[in-house]
């Protein structure tokens, strides 16, 4: 996906010119499989984590799909290095591809919450600074900074008066010769369009020459009117929640983007204790979305944990037995982060599901285990004997059941999306298995005050 964004305020033809350009680089790479262009807007929702973009003639998406993943990947480096030379001047161009999880447009995101536009700039370029200086992220810029220029009319009412005309006359008569006006609908399909009369472009002279008829059929020069000025307004004013933000965006290289978030976040500490009264700054990006998606989790975590603790008790039967079924559900973190590390995998959202199902897993086995020791215990072996007993004996069920788990997640490592969980579920289960046939014997040892001599 190549994101065009020109600066505020600028007419749909040139953000077109643009658009035409880089179309012309990929049409002639064989590696393009499909190729499509959205000017004015961004692409309909085609993908679940795809936002489309508001309407907005500043800005263009191009969507170009390659024949395989090394063609992407080729695309993607060809048409950065035309990016990197200078080929676009006048935008800034965004090489990216398709993320899975919520929509995130800018990985690293801050927003500054306040009510003055001037004092917004301000604070933001600080921001920026601080974000820039950050090693590992590039491009970063204020979501909307640039003001337009407008023409304006200081209209003359003694004049106005004296030709018959009201302001919101030359209004109209202005917004038909420049803009046009809606007159009526025509159904396309199953759509109603509709149709504006305007006044010709070829036969539109400079603003200063242009006429207005008064009521009585004279015409008038534009400039009998009044004067014209050239003010500077803004032609984007965005919001959030209702509040008037403005974010300081930013791509991430070589790094984590809610490592380096907090590393900005950290080092700005000093611009947030100098805001004035009722601004403030929030934290975007990467780690507002994963917020939310961890609090989906969290909702229901409560509920879920009464449960399981509540099928372990029924199963066990004594608290002692429900307390070292749950001691060995962290023991998964062990191996869990040392795949995370060694395969150099986030941990996100899908981690964090990894996680909850390998204390499930590793809490089964636990389970097996203390059922096992109970039943040597009716069969009427001493306590220290029936503990090591049950441990031989499931080892071997356990390990192998281990062992179908780690190569049945294997081929899930390469998915982009569920590879962190496999890795998880690989690690955890790998290590926390092992772990927890010498935790678990020793813990039961210990916790009944099991004595080998006198089993002896």
Known sequence: MVGIYLPQGSAITTTDATSKKIENILAKMPEVKTLSAYVGAGAPRFFISANPEQPDPAFAKIIAIGSDEAARNKIMTELQRHIDNGEFPEARVRVTRLLFGPPVVWPVSFRVIGTDPLKLRKIAHKVREAMAAHPNTIDAHLEWDERAPVLHLSMDNESLRLMGLTPRDVSQQLQFQLDGVPVTEVRQDIRSVEVRARGLRATNPLPENIEIKTQDGRIVPLAQLGTLEVRYEEPVIKRYNRERSLAVNADVQGAQAPDVTMAIWKKSESIRDQLPEDYRIDIGGSVEQSGKADASIQKLQPLMIALMLIFIMLQM???????????????????????LLLFNQPFGFVALLGLTGLAGILMRNTMILTQQVQDNFDEGMEPWSAVIEAAV??????????SAAVFAFVPLTHDS?????????????????????????????LWFKLDKSRAN
């Open 317 to 339: 039967r004594s608290f002692s037995g429900t307390f070292m079924v749950v001691a060995t559900a962290p023991l998964g973190l062990i191996g869990a982060v040392i795949a």
């Open 417 to 445: 999306f569920w590879g962190p969980l496999a890795y998880v579920l690989i690690g955890g289960v790998a290590v926390g298995t092992v772990i927890t046939l010498l935790f678990v014997p020793a813990l039961y040892a």
């Open 393 to 402: 004996r499931r080892a071997r069920p356990v390990i192998l059941t281990a």
